[in-house]
């Protein structure tokens, strides 16, 4: 069955954990899909896990619509939310709605992300007006990673804490249908939780959030430059891949690969006959 905002909001009261992860192409979106994940996350993390970006800040709109259109070839049960990248909807109303529809006409996408809390209340709410949903994220939001001084732990004192009640409650207000808690304290994330008719998706804020969202390449051991506190590996699939590699490159040095089958045959007379 697809995944829908509705099956969200169904999970929030039922009681019933959401599932979500990042993919960016095609193959990744296919395995995560028959894997019954609820939601795929098309985040501009793909910056750092498959362009090589230092941070988030670097990728264009046009990037998103690439990597979403991929991924919505995939799955086709899961949820697709995209996230707008860095400045495509911060200059205004108009410039949110157009941009969050292009992710939905051209890169297929189901919903649209955003990052920030009451400050952008208006563009969720317009985008939502114009009928598309969108997923919130407040506390850690890396496209202000340098407002915000770095990655650091969001609400740790009473004024960052009321901060984030005051966000969840600006962004559920202007019609978000979820919203990531990123770099939150599990206590304030439990209450945020509470608080909210929304479900929340966690990051780094404990388990009594409504779902969860990693990025598969941590997750999988994949992408070593940085191990945040929150990221468990699941699998070592970055070993498994390095260990793989170099068997090629050895089989193929010492003449094992390819062997008789893994090569097409021809009939040897017709080999006899062509002058070389």
């Known amino acids: 069955m697809k995944n829908t905002v509705l099956t969200f909001r169904r999970a ?21 899909d028959e894997a019954g994940i609820n939601a795929i996350l098309v985040g501009d993390s793909l910056g750092m896990t498959m362009l090589g970006y230092e941070d988030t800040l670097s ?13 919505s070839r995939g799955a086709k049960n899961t949820l697709i939310v995209c996230d707008l990248p860095f400045m495509t909807y911060n200059t205004g109303v108009r410039d949110a709605v157009i941009n969050a529809g292009r992710l939905m006409s051209e890169g297929r996408a189901n919903a649209v992300k955003l990052e920030g809390g009451a400050e952008v209340a208006e563009e969720i709410r317009a985008i939502v007006n114009a ?17 915000l001084g770095g990655f650091r732990v969001q609400g740790k004192d009473i004024e960052g804490a009321k901060k984030l009640v005051e966000d969840a409650k600006a962004v559920e ?104």
């Open 173 to 276: 207000a202007a019609g978000a249908f979820a919203v990531v808690l990123e770099c939150v304290p599990g206590r304030l994330a439990e209450e945020i939780t509470k608080m909210l008719k929304i479900p929340t998706i966690g990051i780094g804020a404990g388990n009594k959030c409504d779902g969860q969202v990693l990025v598969y390449q941590d997750m999988l051991g994949m992408y070593t430059e940085f191990k945040a506190k929150f990221v468990k590996h699941f699998a070592n699939i970055g070993e498994d891949m390095i260990k793989a590699f170099r068997e090629y490159d050895k089989e193929i040095k010492e003449g094992i690969f390819p062997d008789k089958e893994h090569t097409f045959a021809i009939d040897e007379s017709i080999v006899e006959q062509i002058e070389y």
């Open 59 to 71: 990728v264009t709109l046009e990037d998103m619509i690439h990597h979403s259109k991929a991924v």
């Open 12 to 32: 929030k009261e039922e009681g019933v954990k959401l599932s979500m992860l990042t993919a960016y192409d095609y193959t990744t979106a296919k395995l995560v």
């Open 131 to 147: 009928g598309i949903p969108v997923c919130a994220h407040i506390g850690l939001t890396p496209q202000a990673i340098n407002a």
